[in-house]
């Protein structure tokens, strides 16, 4: 487990730093092979829209800095698939509360080993209902801040028996899993939550979005509308596509559909690597 701390070795930050202290940042985590970084773009581009929406942006020369730290500095050192993370912070200053009014970002890259989830993508796994609900708050929906103590408290309650748990907001909605976004086939059609207000986009999520040959339906949904489904799936860029065979008792099929997915994202991902 190699990290770069601002461009140098390096694994410490300062407590004073205001990721550590308000979680005043964001980050991201992205699936790395030999030959390249999963997505690259799309990670980056939420990472900028997240630091853009807490007012914290990256200069030109800040995103060329560490777009070329990637691709000459990072990309090089990935000998077997790996997680390279990226965490973004606002760095130290400011009273309280209350930012500095120009930040001194801290940079934090990781190298880090690749969970293995090929088990998962051809098996199926069970998901629970979470105890533990979703706050609604338009601001952040979507980013991927460093607030995640929702998802802390949530892996905390997930039973060993069970691979995710579906977390819902206040009012009974379907926002996502701990780690991952929840998809389902119902008609043929793709259904997802819109995370309008909560929830996390995810770089899986907007590929399937994009390019699946189909129609997807973003909207608001209840937990009935997922149990009524005709297939379930969850993603992220680690996972994948992760078909789901069980929720709270209720089960379904790894069916075609979702094998056709599968088959369909990995060879356009395969396509980007060549």
Request: hydrophobic share 40%.
């Amino acid at each position: 487990m190699t990290w770069f701390v601002n461009y140098i070795v390096d694994d410490a930050i300062s407590p004073a730093d205001r990721g550590l202290a308000y979680g005043d940042g964001v980050f991201e985590t992205i699936h790395a092979t030999p030959v390249s970084l999963l997505q690259l773009d799309n990670h980056l581009a939420r990472l900028y829209k997240g630091l853009n929406k807490l007012g914290m942006s990256l200069s030109p020369q800040r995103k060329q800095e560490l777009e070329d730290f990637l691709l000459s500095d990072i990309l090089p050192l990935v000998s077997v698939d790996s997680v390279v993370k990226i965490i973004v912070t606002r760095g130290e200053g400011g009273r309280g509360y209350l930012p500095p009014e120009e930040p001194s970002h801290t940079v934090c890259i990781g190298i880090l080993p690749c969970p293995d989830y090929s088990l998962q993508q051809q098996q199926g796994v069970s998901l629970s209902i979470s105890p533990v609900t979703v706050s609604s708050n338009r601001f952040l929906a979507g980013i991927k801040h460093l607030n995640r103590l929702e998802n802390v408290l949530a892996k905390q309650h997930l039973s060993d028996s069970d691979f995710e748990a579906i977390m819902l907001d206040d009012k009974g909605d379907v926002i996502e899993c701990i780690q991952s976004n929840i998809f389902w086939f119902k008609g043929g059609k793709i259904y997802t939550p819109s995370l309008e207000f909560s929830g996390v986009e995810g770089t899986y999520r907007k590929q399937i979005i994009e390019h699946f040959d189909g129609d997807v339906q973003l909207g608001s949904f209840k937990l009935n509308d997922v149990l009524s489904a005709d297939e379930v799936f969850i993603t992220n860029s680690l996972m994948k596509i992760v078909p789901v065979i069980n929720i709270a008792d209720t089960a379904f099929v790894y069916g075609s559909l979702t094998k056709a997915l599968q088959h369909e994202i990995q060879k356009k991902e395969e396509n980007a690597i060549r």
